[in-house]
């Protein structure tokens, strides 16, 4: 059995090369023209790391909401099985990790909200790459015009979406066979991921890749693990309240 089960498949057949000419819209009024322009953004969706967008005709549609958005038919194992499977370390799973970041990148840099982001959504192929899948709707909510906002859809959707999975990637137990020290500035990074907002945590994907990139050289990092001292009275407030419960449930 091929060990590369096929995850996520494609309908659509590859359309000519010519399908994505739009010349007949460039005199047109709106929304023929909005979608001329929104179908020359969509050819910007070029990178490795991102399943391919396939051409479409536009030569019955004058509205780019309706328009159908077919994916390159994508075959591998999801993300968290692979690295399951080949038994990477720490190391070698943000590495990889770190490929699949730099696709969702790639989407931010071109409007695109994946918005559904998780280890089934990011196929791992044959040649050992990352590939992120699933993105049709997030091209049809961007290239209708529909504000992401309305969804409550944003970059910190994704930048969460993608943390949680780092957490899942790297559970407790590599955590807890890594370095103390590696294992405080990795857990920073991660609350600092996933408590990302307006105003708190990191603020774009790439800020968030930048710091698992200085934690993976030594470097330090925009994330910071508290100080000896804050997780000194952390314990003692803890032992503390421990206590307290401890002797009224006694005197009950």
Known sequence: MDPF???HQSQQGNPPEDAWDVSEFQHQVPPAQGAAKLI??????KHPGLAKVLPVRLAHLTDPAILDWPLQSVTGVNLLQHCRDQNLDARQTIGLYLLACKAVEHLHSNHVIHGELSPANILVQEDGKPTVVHFELA???TFSQQ???VDGLNVQTDLKAMASILAELIDEPM???MPKSQALRFTAILKHALCSEEGVGYTSMEEFSNDLRFFMRGEPTLAKPPSF???LWKQL???SVLHTQTQRAASW
């Open 229 to 231: 001292l804050k997780r």
């Open 139 to 141: 091209l049809q909510r």
């Open 237 to 239: 407030v803890s032992r």
């Open 40 to 45: 020359l953004v969509a050819k910007q969706l």
């Open 147 to 149: 504000a992401a906002s």
């Open 5 to 7: 089960a096929t995850n």
């Open 175 to 177: 955590r807890e066979s």
